[in-house]
């Protein structure tokens, strides 16, 4: 994790794409603006399972497939468009990661222990 925020560093600095520091209005405006660039992702996440979904419906009704052999085919013809949107979503992590100077690895096995050791667990 630490060489993509490495990474994600440098080229976000080369395409200037990094998050203001200028001011408190301008950090605030480049804030909010990269979070609506993340949820704008996410729902292309959500739209690629949208199509497997409909994909998989297709291949059982025109083609005669089992529901489970066409939802394998429908994940495996969606795999890298869905790949991409996830990347698309990670650089934005990222990118508030390094503007506030978060150690992404570290935070991340941080608070997964927190959530092994929680009393009321999600099932």
């Known amino acids: 994790m630490k060489d993509i925020q490495l990474f994600l560093r440098t080229f976000q600095k080369e395409m200037d794409w990094e998050i203001s520091n200028e001011n408190f209005k301008e950090s605030?405006?480049?804030?909010?603006?990269?979070?609506?660039?993340?949820?704008?992702?996410?729902?292309?996440?959500?739209e690629e399972f949208r199509s497997i979904f409909n994909k998989?419906?297709?291949?059982?009704?025109?083609e005669g497939y089992s529901e489970n052999e066409a939802f394998k085919t429908a994940k495996e013809l969606h795999k890298d468009s869905i790949g991409k949107e996830i990347s698309d979503c990670i650089a934005y992590l990222v990118?508030?990661?390094?503007y506030f100077d978060i150690d992404i690895e570290t935070s991340f096995y941080s608070k997964m222990e927190e959530?092994?050791?929680?009393v009321n667990?999600?099932?």
Do not use: H
């Open 28 to 46: 605030k405006s480049s804030i909010l603006n990269n979070y609506m660039l993340l949820t704008t992702e996410v729902s292309e996440v959500a």
């Open 95 to 98: 990118k508030f990661a390094n």
């Open 56 to 62: 998989t419906i297709k291949l059982v009704k025109e």
């Open 115 to 118: 959530v092994r050791t929680r």
């Open 121 to 123: 667990k999600d099932q």
